[in-house]
């Protein structure tokens, strides 16, 4: 009995750690930062009316003011928040180009090269359909052209897993 006892709490315990090891891969799979979320193309389609209640909830949501930053030195620009820092110094001093850029900060705190690009894929694509345009309500809005507004501010403001990415995927287990 002793020894047979000894074989089954030993694939009891390799069983465990395989399950542990499998979780842990999977919920790191379905973790995702905003960057690695693959574009979902839309089962039917919108109506302007819905395109601008989205853009207005996105709005609402990271409370986004009409205010933008633009940055010569970059060519970044971008709405601040709401009675954030940036917006009063930008209405104080009547100058759009104050304090750092804030996409700038963000790309160079990721680590992976594979997001760092697909951010600056996403920061072309929002500046190519919203750069200088006055008003951008009146614009005819496509849902690619609202999802990518989306993924831009989430990334911005609320998403700061892409730059904690871990740098080593292996799972190392302790031996007791």
Known sequence: MG???VVECIELFNLYISLKTKYLLINKMTNKNVL???YKEPERPYSQNELKAMRTQLYNQYRLSKVEAQHN???HFYKVRKNGRKEKEILENNNSDTGNCSICWKLNKIKDNYC???AKDIIYDHSKFFYNVDNVDSKFLTYYMVNTEMTYYKWLYEDTRNFQKEKNTEIVHDKK
């Open 116 to 118: 760092r690009e697909i």
């Open 36 to 38: 690695e979320e693959a």
């Open 73 to 75: 030195h970059c060519g």
């Open 3 to 5: 020894k047979e006892w």
